[in-house]
């Protein structure tokens, strides 16, 4: 049998698509610390990286092994590809032991606190506290180990870029789906395009993107941006049937000159990416009372943007390629504003 190797699982962990992508290097500080660098027989043998149990929940990614640790012989978790025992990670970590843990996710010094604290590592709060200040020590070394090139982590100083898909599921259960144009799509659907799209190009510059969608409140929103260079909520224009545009809005009362900045560099890469006018550049005035906005921008976010990506009332040649190239527009907007605010 093969052994896994430790820089295969090095690559795999960088190219992964997980949902946070700024928690990645918390993942592979704790994998560093629990497999001594892929030098465990854990890891070498069975492919697990994170000393990880095995439990009910990991039935279909993991199978059981038996191991003995330092503390003696116990069922692990052993993973037939890297992927897997990466994806295993997350599923491990959903489980009710830990519910709760997407509301620390803030900083990877937040989420390591939580889930130590919540079960990962056994014995008294001060066991627990060793735990979490050595994987902490361990996050440059994960993060120079994550980085692609020697510019990576010159393009953001935060936790990257935050995405939200406008409307979706209600607090109460019920769908929002938002404007509903001429085309086959609604607006929900068209969101979800253009953010996809736009975390595409943001990761393969190497820069952190997550996307959320459907928050609670406004406040949970804030709390969700919270930490991250950018925050953008994506829309489509509706109820303008004379005229074609992309706009992007800043809220009226909190906008700083770094939020008006990407709203100019934004509304005019999407208007030229789509051929269509940029109604900022015309006149529209990007100051507007908005409620996503204000959630944000009560937090230590950088810069937070509303992108109107196209009016929707307006036939296209293509909903699905608008909205995909819009969202690409999007993302090298952001990576724009990002290069010039190092």
């Known amino acids: 049998m093969m052994a896994f190797e430790w820089n295969d699982f090095v690559t795999t962990i960088r190219d992964a698509d997980i949902e946070f992508e700024h928690l990645k290097k918390v993942q592979l500080a704790q994998a560093i610390l629990e497999s001594g660098r892929g030098s465990s027989d854990l890891f070498k043998l069975h492919g697990n990286p994170f000393g990880m149990k095995y439990r009910p929940e990991m039935s279909g990614i993991a199978i059981p092994v038996t191991y003995e640790a330092n503390d003696g012989k116990d069922t692990y978790c052993k993973f037939v590809t890297l992927e897997d025992a ?4 997350w599923i491990f970590i959903d489980r009710p032991v830990y519910s709760g843990w997407r509301t620390s996710i803030s900083s990877p010094d937040a989420y390591i606190k939580f889930i130590a604290f919540a079960g990962y590592i056994g014995g008294d709060s001060g066991a627990k506290q060793t735990y979490v200040d050595k994987v902490a020590n361990l996050f440059d070394e994960a993060s120079k180990l994550l980085r692609r090139s020697p510019v990576d982590g010159s393009f953001w100083k935060k936790n990257g870029v935050l995405l939200e898909v406008g409307h979706g599921t209600l607090p109460s259960g019920l769908f929002d789906p938002g404007a ?54 994506v829309h489509h224009n509706s109820a303008n049937r004379s005229t074609q545009g992309a706009e ?45 906005l204000s959630g944000a921008e009560d937090t230590d976010v950088r810069v937070s943007v509303l992108a109107e990506v196209y009016f929707i009332d307006v036939r296209v040649p293509n909903v699905v390629d608008w909205s995909t190239r819009g969202g690409q527009a999007i993302g090298r907007a952001i990576l724009k504003w990002l290069r010039a605010n190092q």
């Not at 990466?86 to 990670?89: A, E, K, L, P, V």
């Not at 969608?213 to 941006?225: E, K, P, T, W």
Request: net charge neutral; glycine share 8%.
């Open 248 to 292: 992007v809005l800043v809220h009226n009362a909190k906008a700083d000159p770094p939020d008006l900045a990407l709203s100019r560099i934004m509304s005019a890469e999407i208007a030229a990416e789509l051929g269509i006018r940029d109604r900022i550049a015309g006149g529209r005035d990007p100051r507007q009372a908005l409620g996503v």
């Open 86 to 89: 990466i994806r295993g990670y």
């Open 180 to 233: 509903v144009g001429v085309n086959s799509k609604n607006e929900y659907e068209l969101n979800k395009l253009a953010v996809e799209a736009a975390k595409r190009v943001i990761r393969q510059a190497g820069v952190p993107c997550d996307i959320t969608d459907a928050v609670a409140s406004l406040y949970n929103l804030g709390i969700r941006a919270a930490g991250y260079d950018v925050f953008c909520s």
